[in-house]
Each structure stands twice: as structure tokens, then as C-alpha cells.
């Protein structure tokens, strides 16, 4: 079956700080690939998504490439804020399974000022 | 354009009781998927509707159904709640059934099972 292995947390950093947030997936089919956000008290929010082979997703300064070779979909950004704590949710849709997203177990980040 | 809609935000039932949730998803959007979220269990996929048709179903035993209305409004259903159902449940909407659509979220119903 298929299924999403991410980094546990929390991952807490200093503003300014680089973050990378590891994700890797196994799927029997090529899947489309996501990454969502939850800020606190809310629903999920998509922050990007890539659809095939060396796509890069990107939004709000995070960057996520798709790597068939090491089924991997790491989330990046340069620069984070306080603003961008929240839980991180790696997710992949199958071809075979219509809307379905088979999701990761999160990974929270804390920025302190 | 309104967002995803759930109600009721919060809701409290005992154990035995039943409880019906409730999901209007963005204007134009046909397919609905519903999620149960929990701190043991992560994000689990319960099932998803399309054309008033159930197209997927997680495992989850036969007290949890739904069922979509004509004007892709959706609602869940859990019968004999149990402790364990405690969670909160995602609602979430996009504009076609099919491969890589981006699914949009609503804040979600938390369920209290006491």
C-alpha cells in the first residue's frame, strides 16, 4: 500500500533560520504529491504540490521538489518566521485512488524570535 | 468565494449516542472527502463523495457513513459512539473527482465522546 514517512518534531528554530523538513513516500503507482499546513484551531491548508518527476513546488518562499529516484518530496525554505509555525503534513495522491490523500504524521515547527 | 464549511464546530455526546456532522463545500465544487484527525492516528481518509456517489471508502468500520445531497452539501454519520471516535473531522472539497486534485479544507468539527 501506499504511505508517507516524515520527520518527527517539533522542530524548533531561530527566525532567519534555515528549514528543511524531510519526507519521504512509498507508493505503488506515480503519485501526485503535496504538502499542507495547519496553523492552530484550523483546518489544512495546501502550501504547495508537484505532479510529476522534477516538478518544484513552490509558494510563500517554500520550495519542494518532486525526486521519483529517491521518492522523496522535501520541504525547504531560506528564511522562516515566527508567522510560519504551524504542523507540516506531507501528503500523496494515488492514480488509483481518485481524491484520496494518504497523509504523514506531521511534523510540527517553532520559530522563536 | 466562501471557503469550505462545517458544522458544528464543536460537539460533545456520550458513549452509545449517534451524531451527524455536516460539510458545504466552495461554490462549484462537486467532491467531498472527509478525514478524522487524531493524535495517535494522524490524518486518516474515512471517504469521498462525487455525484451524490460514494467513490472511496477508508477502513473504517460501518458506523461511520455519509451521504451527499444533490447540491454537493455532504454529511457523516457515526452511529454507537465509542470512545475513540473522539477526533477531529476534516471536511474537505474540490471542483472534480480525479487523480491530483488539490483538495480544500475546512476547519473541522471536533468531536468530545465522554
Known amino acids: 500500500g501506499n504511505s508517507v514517512t516524515q520527520m518527527e518534531g517539533p522542530v524548533t528554530l531561530s527566525e532567519e533560520a534555515f528549514l528543511t523538513i524531510n519526507c519521504t513516500y512509498t507508493?505503488?503507482?506515480?503519485?501526485?504529491l503535496f504538502w499542507y499546513v495547519q496553523y492552530p484551531g484550523e483546518g489544512l491548508q495546501l502550501l504547495l504540490k508537484a505532479t510529476k518527476a522534477d516538478d518544484k513546488g513552490s509558494n510563500k518562499g517554500f520550495e519542494a521538489t518532486y525526486r521519483k529516484e529517491t521518492t522523496s518530496f522535501h520541504l525547504e525554505k531560506g528564511s522562516v518566521q515566527v508567522s510560519d509555525s504551524a504542523v507540516y503534513f506531507c501528503a500523496l495522491s494515488d492514480p488509483q485512488a481518485g481524491n484520496m490523500l494518504t497523509f504523514g504524521g506531521g511534523t510540527r515547527l517553532m520559530v522563536k524570535p | 468565494k466562501a471557503g469550505v464549511t462545517q458544522t458544528p464546530r464543536y460537539l460533545i455526546k456520550t458513549r452509545g449516542q449517534q451524531v451527524t456532522l455536516s460539510c458545504s463545500p466552495i461554490s462549484g465544487h462537486r467532491s467531498v472527502s472527509w478525514y478524522q484527525q487524531t493524535p495517535g492516528q494522524g490524518l486518516q481518509f474515512l471517504f469521498e463523495?462525487?455525484?451524490?456517489?460514494q467513490r472511496n471508502k477508508g477502513n473504517f468500520p460501518g458506523r461511520f457513513s455519509g451521504r451527499q445531497f444533490s447540491n454537493s452539501r455532504s454529511e457523516m454519520n457515526v452511529s454507537t459512539l465509542e470512545l475513540g471516535d473522539s477526533a477531529l473531522y476534516l471536511c474537505a472539497s474540490s471542483p472534480r473527482w480525479g487523480f491530483g486534485e488539490t483538495q480544500y479544507f475546512g476547519p473541522g468539527t471536533r468531536l468530545l465522546v465522554l
Open positions: 463523495y462525487f455525484s451524490e456517489t
Open positions: 507508493a505503488t503507482g506515480y503519485p501526485s
